[in-house]
């Protein structure tokens, strides 16, 4: 039996290697050109595979996806049902992903965002002390593998932290609210916002025009989830009108993001190329291995994407 690779993205030699370290008995192809018997696979290791590729091969256990979201794989109509879709939780990409908040998270906590433009203006200046960070309101829209980390981490800086959730959560130090019910009230007391949610149909656009009203004037917004949670004209028209003060994106309702998008050029946007936590083999491979060998051995693998919710 063997394990089948397919990404438009990502180094199937690292991956080989990577993987070869944890399970050396293992026979590795990559799709499509060294597929060979489609009844060899047992596992797949996908990251935005064609549609109906996986429907292929009729012995797989488990898909495993090559990075923490899933809607890669749950948008093919021609996913093979009855196969578990197992997620990426890695302790290198959950790391790096809280790296990348606590940065924007102090960059516009400390005033970086308008000290960058009083540079573009050859101005020298000092604004005012800001406030201690236990002032500071930092919100994180989802509190799973990753928002959970870095809730905690700017917790245990002394930042004054919310997280909001579709189930409730107990996080020490992190204010939690749960469900659509308790969206706005928790926007509304935000100086910072965060958006780490999976993109699924709930959360495609919600931070929409009424959702940008909901936080306060002069608030930052950083969008690590996914582009399509954000409306972006009607971010475009929030950072225009000065309600949003500044807006870190690393995704985009395309990407790569094209030449003349708005976003490049806004004197408010900061954008990233999609990397706040990029998938790294050597800290992954271990967590599919050591799922494979459950799997080997009769137990489920974990966690599981739920087809019905999306995530
Ligand atoms: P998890 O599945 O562990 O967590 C998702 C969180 O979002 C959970 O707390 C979940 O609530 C919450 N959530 C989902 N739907 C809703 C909803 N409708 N209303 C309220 N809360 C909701 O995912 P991860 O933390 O591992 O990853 C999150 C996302 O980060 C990924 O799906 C991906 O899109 C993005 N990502 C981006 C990267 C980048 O480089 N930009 C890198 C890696 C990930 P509950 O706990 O109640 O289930
Ligand atoms: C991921 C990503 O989901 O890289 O892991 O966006």
């Known amino acids: 039996m063997a394990i089948l690779f397919t990404s438009k993205d990502d180094d199937p030699d690292a991956w080989r290697a990577a993987l070869a370290a944890e399970l050396p008995d293992e026979e590795f192809r990559v799709w499509p050109d060294e597929t060979g018997d489609p009844a060899d696979m047992e596992f797949a290791l996908a990251w935005g595979p064609k549609r109906g590729v996986l429907a292929r091969f009729p012995n797989l256990r488990a898909i495993f996806s090559l990075g923490a979201g899933v809607e890669h794989l749950f948008r093919d109509p021609d996913l093979p049902a009855g196969v578990p879709i197992v997620r990426l939780v890695d302790p290198g990409l959950t790391l790096r992903m809280t790296e990348y908040v606590v940065h924007w998270v102090l960059h516009f906590h400390r005033g970086f965002h308008a000290y960058a433009a009083m540079e573009r203006r050859r101005e020298w200046g000092r604004l005012p002390v800001p406030p201690p960070p236990e002032r500071r309101r930092v919100g994180i829209l989802g509190l799973g593998a990753l928002g959970r980390d870095a809730a905690e981490t700017l917790a245990a800086l002394g930042f004054d932290v919310s997280g909001w ?116 083999p050597s800290t992954a491979a271990p967590e599919i291995a050591a799922n494979i060998q459950r799997v080997r051995a009769g137990e489920a693998p974990f966690p599981i994407a739920e087809r019905l919710r999306g995530y």
């Open 165 to 280: 959730s579709r189930s409730p959560k107990h996080l020490d130090g992190v204010r939690c609210f749960t469900g659509a019910d308790a969206f706005h009230a928790f926007l509304s007391e935000l100086d910072i916002a965060v958006c780490l949610l999976p993109l699924t149909e709930e959360t495609r656009g919600i931070l929409d025009r009424r959702a940008l009203a909901a936080l306060p004037r002069g608030a930052c917004l950083i969008n690590a989830g996914r582009g399509p949670q954000v409306v972006e004209k009607d971010l475009l028209n929030a950072l225009d009108t000065g309600h949003l003060d500044a807006a870190t994106l690393d995704v985009f309702e395309i990407e790569p993001l094209c030449d003349d998008h708005p976003f490049w050029t806004h004197p408010r946007v900061i954008v990233t190329p999609h990397i706040a936590s990029q998938t790294s």
